[in-house]
């Protein structure tokens, strides 16, 4: 009697967990009753397991049942195992980007840039729906570096509303929201994500002006050797704007001006432009001053801008730096390639070289000038060497080392930067000069200004040539005083392409189609004839 008994109960608590189950999944709103119903099951199983266990017992005691046991044994383990990677993946995000370029890795710039996110962004995706995993793999990185980023994707085809509210007007258009800004990009790279996620966060654009009239680089040309479009776009990119003035037509910069860049002049300025950009300096300015050494014999001397660095703490010398090394990389001697950065913020973790086709050394001067103490940024190879007899090596494309004649073994600095946190005596500065006592970010403002040996290495022709984007667009970061912006930004992909000439192509064409079949065959033969 007692036997039936907890059989009923046995088959009891059976029923008990089926029906926990359909209330579960087959009812909503009963999820209460089917965690009662689901307690009360197992415990009724439970009794009669407890009520069976001589038989159980028993069972087991068969050798039969012990290696069965052993088995589900086994089959359990390998099933937790399994089941525990799972859980740790879902909650873990850890992947190996084994492409040469970390193509599908976050750079630092965008590890910079979520890291600076006080409060919540929303990232909205509007796209068709098949068209979600194009964006999914990399807004999931922006996710899981970050939990102040959410994710959300809008068919606008199935919710025009949220396409209207949002302003959108084509396919594949991020939104991003942050402290009641907007930023709309319509790309789907890392850098464009990247560079909207700076927009949306900064909340400000910062002018950038390039001087004009000396022959300098032209920020809206896209000439390969003398157009600067290319900085200009990753400029913008980062939420500057870029202007060109004439200091002869404007004798007194913008109050607006967050940067002021000098880029390659072939000609001096003159006195007054010199005095306008002391006043800029003055009040907290920000300088970029790229001199280019003498491109012919005959070529004017930078006279008064080169007195301007040394009021500065640096010297800009009469000379063109050599590198022999250069030729090892397809370079011409004069065309070095720059691997060494002393510790600077502007080079903070900057690992990757940079190429500067005819470039002048740009040394700190020892002690300091007027308080101001420069520090070197970028410097050559020990096998290098400044070459004074400039006007030999222009016209016969010859240079050797000649210490008497006041040529220097290198490593030579080509490229310094200081900062100045005292502002000038309020009588020198113009009437009506406002001078802020603080950033917008409770930052202390400073004047700043660097000094590179060359302009050529920011140009269309060399800009994506290794670091060369990435060093200038650090230097304008540095400048402005927007640290944050100072990294390594994302890469495009390489082309990985395997180019073969006409008889290789026969090569591997006969490798394939003749000789591959052959071994095979051969090896059938061999192994016929074995066996016989």
Known sequence: MLNRILSLVGWLGTALVVAAFALRFGFEGKAQWAGYAAWAGLACVLVYTLSQWRDIAGLFSRREARYGSLAVTSVVLVLAILVAINYIGVRQN???????????????????AIAALDAPLEVLVFTQEYDFPRYQDLLNEYQYASKQITTQYVDPDKNPTAATQNEVKQYGTIVLNYKGRTERVVSDTEQDVTNGIIKVTSGKQRAVYFTQGHGEKDPLSSDQRTGYSGIADALKGENYTVEKIVLTQTPELPEAASLVVIAGPRTDFLPAEIESLKAYLGKFGKLLLELDPPEKPDD????NLIALAHDYGIDVGQDVVVDPRARMMGAEADVPFVASYPEHPITDRFQVMTLYPL????TPVAGGVNGRTAQPIAETSGDSWSETDVRGLLTERKATIEPEKGDRQGPIPIAAAVADAKIQEP???????VVPSMLN????PETRLVVVGDSDFGTNSVLAVAGNRDLFMNMAGWLTQQENLISIRPKEAGDSRLVMTVDQQRLVMFASLLFLPAVVFGAGIVTWWRRR
């Open 441 to 444: 970010d409770g930052s202390k």
């Open 300 to 303: 004017p001397p930078l006279t």
């Open 427 to 433: 009588s020198s500065l113009p009437e009506g000069s």
């Open 94 to 112: 850890k992947r190996w980007d084994l492409t040469s370029g970390k193509q599908f890795s976050l750079s630092d710039q965008t590890h910079k």
């Open 359 to 362: 470039v002048r050394s740009v």
